[in-house]
C-alpha cells in the first residue's frame, strides 16, 4: 500500500509556502501550511501529520519553541528545521529537542524529498513499533480482558502517542 | 614669540644694571685714585714751593740786612730757575710792614699786610708757614700768596711770595687731558681756585663742596648738569681740596643703547641665535606633535573601521538569514517553473502564471541586493564627511531597514518617540549609524527572551538627546564600571569583540558629544547619547 506522506510546512514567508507546497504535492506529498508557530500548533491538533517542516526565525513563536510544542503534543511527529540561519551549535540544540533533520536555506528540492523520506521511514518504524507493542499488549491481555477492557487500554496506547 | 624672548631680555637686562653697577663702582674707584695721587702732587708742589722759600729766609744773607734787596733779587731769579710760578718776593716785618719786595709790581706807598688774615694766621704760635687762597690782587690776575716765617732773637721776619696758579692749571689741564675727567681746585667754601675753563672760572662758587671729613672720597656734585660722580682729596698744605669729575655724562642705569657697542652687538647676536635655536627647536616639535597626532587620528580610524568590521561579524548572522530567505524563495519559485516543464511530474491544473513568478523571483533579488548594499554602505571606509542629517533618518535606517527584521524575528517591540523640534543634525552619517547599530545589536542580545526597544529623542538647548532603552537583562556595578573599556564584554567568548562600545565612545567624543548610560540587573539598560547641533572645532576621526 502506498503511503502518503502529510506535511505541515511552518514559514512566515508565505511566497515560500506557497511555492514549495506546490512543487512538494507535485511530488505526491500532502502538504498543508502554518504562516506562524501559533498557526502550526492549531492545525496539528485537529490533524495528525507525519512531520513537520520549520522555519527557525519568525516573528512570534520561533521555530524551536515550535518543535518543543509540536513533539510535546505529537511524540511520533518527525520535524525538519530549515531555515536561513545556520550554525553548528543550533544545529545540534535542535537534535538534543528531537528533530530529526535539519537543512540550511535556500536547498536542492531533492535533498529536501530525501530528508523528508528519510523522516518518514523513522516515523514509520516508530508507528510498526507502536502498533507491535498493541498487538503485544492485546496477546498479553487477550485472556484476561474483556473485549472492552481491551478497546479502553488500545485507546490509552493511542493517547500515550500523542 | 615675545614669550621666547622675554626671559632672555630680563636676563640682558639685569646683567645690563649689574654691569652698569660694576661699572659705576669701577669708575668711582677710579676717580678716587685719580683724586688721591694727584692731590699728593699738589702737595708736593706746594710743599716744594715752601722749601723752596725756607732756603731763601734761612739763607745767611737773608739776614745782612745792607744786601737783602740783592739777595732778594737774586734769590727770586734763583726761585723762578726752579719753578716759574714764583712772580715775587717780600719781605715782611712783626708789624706787617713790607720791608723789602723784589717783583713787577710798584707799590705808590707803604704797604702793611697787618689787616691780612693769612698775615694774622702766620702770627699764630706754632706757624712757620702759610698758604692763601686765590686772590686778584693789585694786578687784576688770579694768584696766591705762600709765606713763611722766622723767629730771630725775638724778632719776627717773614717771607712772602706771590704764585702764579698757572702750574697747578697746567697740571689739571694735563689731567684733564685725556677727556675723561675734569678736575678742578676748590677751597673750604666751595670756591673755584684752579680750574680749567671747561669746568667753571676761578672765585666762581662751585657745584662741589667737599665734607671736611673724611681727608678723601667720593661725593657728588650738587644739582645741575655737572650732577654726578666725583672724587676729593684734601691737600695738606692749604684747605684746598682736589675735586675730580667723571667728565662723561652719567649712563641710565637701563639704557641699552649706553652699553659699550661690541657688549651690545654680542648681545644682539646672542639673542638673535637664542631665538633662532628656539624658533628652529619650537617648530620641529610642532611637526613632530603634528605628525603623531595625524598618527594618533589615522590609528584611531583604523580601530573605528576595525570595530566597524568586527560589528558586521555579529550582524552577519542575521545578514544570511536575511539572504537566505529571498534565495530560497528564488530557488522554490525557479524550481516551480523548472517543475511546470518536467514532462516526468503531473500537469499543473492551471498553466502557472508566468508573470508573476518572475515578478516574485525578481523582488527577492532586489531584497537581497538592498541588504548587502546596505551593509556595505556600513563597512565601506568612507572618508568622514560631515552634513547635516534628520536624526529620525538615520535611527529608522538603523531599526527599520539594517535591523528591522531581527528586531522581528527576536520578538522585540520598537517604541519610536521622536521629538518633532529635534533640528538636523552636523554629524557623519556613518559613524553615528555605526553607533546606533551598536547600541541597538546590544539591546538585541541583551533581550534575548524578547522585549521593548524604546528610542527616545529630545531637543535640550544646544543638543540633541538620543536615548536607546531595552528591557532586557541590565548590568550590574561592576559591569557598568567597564563598559566603555576596550575588549570588555558580557558575551560568550568568539560572539562579541569587546570593541563596539568603547569604540561608538570615542566617535561620540569626537563629535563633541557625550555618551553614558544607566542599567540596573533585571531591569534593563538606557543609553544616552548627547549630540551637539554643530561641533565647533572638533576632528572626527
Known amino acids: 500500500m502506498e503511503h502518503v506522506i502529510k506535511l505541515l510546512i511552518v514559514d512566515d514567508e508565505t511566497q515560500f509556502l506557497e511555492a514549495i507546497a506546490k512543487r512538494l504535492r507535485k511530488r505526491g506529498l500532502e502538504v498543508h501550511t502554518a504562516a ?53 551549535e543550533s544545529a545540534v540544540e535542535l537534535t538534543k529537542l528531537g528533530a530529526f533533520g ?37 496477546m498479553r491481555l487477550g485472556t484476561s480482558e474483556s473485549a472492552i477492557g481491551i478497546l479502553r487500554r488500545l485507546k490509552e496506547l493511542d493517547d500515550e502517542e500523542r | 614669540m615675545l614669550l621666547y624672548f622675554l626671559p632672555l631680555l630680563l636676563l640682558g637686562i639685569f646683567f645690563h644694571i649689574q654691569y652698569h653697577r660694576i661699572a659705576a663702582e669701577s669708575a668711582r674707584a677710579h676717580l678716587q685714585v685719580i683724586a688721591e ?25 737773608f739776614r745782612d740786612l745792607s744786601g737783602r734787596t740783592s739777595f732778594l733779587e737774586r734769590a727770586l731769579a734763583d726761585l723762578r730757575l726752579t719753578s716759574d ?29 697787618r689787616d691780612e688774615s693769612w698775615f694774622k694766621d702766620l702770627l699764630g704760635a706754632g706757624r712757620k708757614s702759610v698758604i692763601t687762597d686765590i686772590y686778584l690782587g693789585v694786578r687784576n690776575n688770579p694768584h696766591f700768596t705762600i709765606a713763611v716765617k722766622r723767629e730771630r732773637d725775638g724778632e719776627v721776619s717773614v717771607l712772602r711770595s706771590a704764585l702764579s696758579p698757572e702750574k697747578i692749571h697746567e697740571f689739571l689741564a694735563s689731567l684733564e687731558g685725556a677727556g675723561e675727567v675734569h678736575a678742578a681746585v676748590v677751597n673750604a667754601a666751595g670756591v673755584f681756585q684752579v680750574v680749567t675753563p671747561r669746568v667753571g672760572l676761578p672765585l666762581n662758587s662751585s657745584p662741589y663742596l667737599p665734607p671736611r671729613s673724611p681727608l678723601r672720597g667720593p661725593m657728588r656734585a650738587a644739582g645741575g648738569a655737572a650732577a654726578g660722580e666725583c672724587a676729593y682729596a684734601w691737600l695738606s698744605e692749604v684747605p684746598w681740596a682736589l675735586v ?38 619650537a617648530r620641529q616639535l610642532v611637526t613632530k606633535q603634528l605628525a603623531a597626532e595625524r598618527h594618533e587620528a589615522d590609528l584611531s580610524g583604523q580601530l573605528v573601521h576595525a570595530a566597524r568590521l568586527a560589528s558586521v561579524g555579529e550582524l552577519a548572522a542575521g545578514i544570511a538569514h536575511e539572504i537566505n530567505n529571498p534565495l530560497a524563495i528564488i530557488a522554490e519559485e525557479a524550481g516551480l517553473l523548472k517543475d511546470s516543464l518536467d514532462p516526468d511530474l503531473p500537469e499543473d491544473e492551471e498553466e502557472p502564471d508566468l508573470k508573476e513568478h518572475l515578478r516574485i523571483i525578481h523582488d527577492a533579488v532586489f531584497r537581497c541586493r538592498d541588504i548587502t548594499r546596505k551593509l556595505l ?60 547599530v551598536n547600541l541597538v545589536k546590544n539591546a538585541i542580545d541583551a533581550m534575548s527572551g524578547g522585549g521593548t526597544l524604546t528610542i527616545r529623542t529630545a531637543h535640550k538647548g544646544d543638543r540633541l538627546l538620543v536615548k536607546i532603552k531595552d528591557s532586557g537583562c541590565g548590568m550590574t556595578p561592576e559591569q557598568l564600571q567597564k563598559v566603555f573599556m576596550p575588549f570588555f564584554t558580557t558575551k560568550a567568548p568568539g560572539k562579541g569583540t ?44
Not at chain 1, 485537529?46 to 509540536?70: C, T, W, Y
Not at chain 2, 649712563?251 to 644682539?268: C, F, H, K, N, V
Open chain 2, 244 to 281: 675730580v669729575q667723571d667728565a662723561l655724562p652719567a649712563a641710565g642705569p637701563a639704557s641699552l643703547l649706553g652699553m659699550p657697542r661690541g657688549i651690545l652687538l654680542i648681545t644682539l647676536a646672542f639673542f638673535a641665535i637664542m631665538g633662532g635655536v628656539i624658533v628652529l627647536r
Open chain 1, 36 to 88: 506562524s508557530g501559533a498557526e502550526a500548533i492549531e492545525i496539528a491538533g485537529r490533524e495528525q501529520f507525519d512531520i513537520a517542516l520549520l522555519d527557525l526565525k519568525m516573528p512570534g513563536m520561533d521555530g524551536s519553541q515550535v518543535l518543543k510544542e509540536l513533539k510535546q503534543r505529537h511524540k511520533h511527529l518527525e520535524a525538519v528545521i530549515l531555515t536561513g540561519h545556520g550554525s553548528l
Open chain 2, 85 to 113: 710760578a714764583f712772580v715775587d718776593l717780600g719781605v715782611v716785618g712783626g708789624d706787617g710792614l713790607l720791608l723789602d719786595y723784589q717783583g713787577p709790581v710798584h707799590f705808590p706807598g707803604a704797604v702793611n699786610y
Open chain 2, 377 to 436: 554602505a556600513f563597512v565601506r571606509h568612507a572618508e568622514v564627511k560631515l552634513e547635516q542629517h534628520s536624526i529620525d533618518a538615520i535611527l529608522e535606517d538603523v531599526v527599520g531597514g539594517m535591523l528591522g527584521s531581527e528586531l522581528a524575528t527576536s520578538n522585540i517591540a520598537v517604541v519610536c518617540e521622536y521629538d518633532p523640534e529635534a533640528r538636523e543634525i552636523l554629524t557623519d552619517r556613518n559613524q553615528l549609524a555605526q553607533v546606533l
Open chain 2, 37 to 61: 695721587h694727584q692731590a699728593i702732587t699738589l702737595n708736593l708742589f706746594l710743599r716744594e714751593r715752601l722749601v723752596n722759600l725756607d732756603n731763601v729766609i734761612d739763607d745767611p744773607a
Open chain 2, 498 to 541: 569587546g570593541l563596539g562600545l568603547s569604540v561608538s565612545f570615542s566617535i561620540i567624543k569626537n563629535f563633541g558629544g557625550n555618551m553614558y548610560v544607566v542599567s540596573n540587573p533585571g531591569q534593563g539598560s538606557t543609553f544616552t547619547l548627547e549630540l551637539p547641533y554643530a561641533m565647533n572645532g572638533q576632528r572626527a576621526v
Open chain 1, 102 to 138: 535539519y537543512l540550511p536555506k535556500p536547498y536542492e528540492l531533492e535533498k529536501l524529498v530525501d530528508t523528508l523520506k528519510a523522516a518518514y521511514e523513522v516515523r514509520l518504524k516508530k508507528k510498526f513499533a507502536a502498533d507491535e507493542r498493541k498487538l503485544k499488549e492485546i
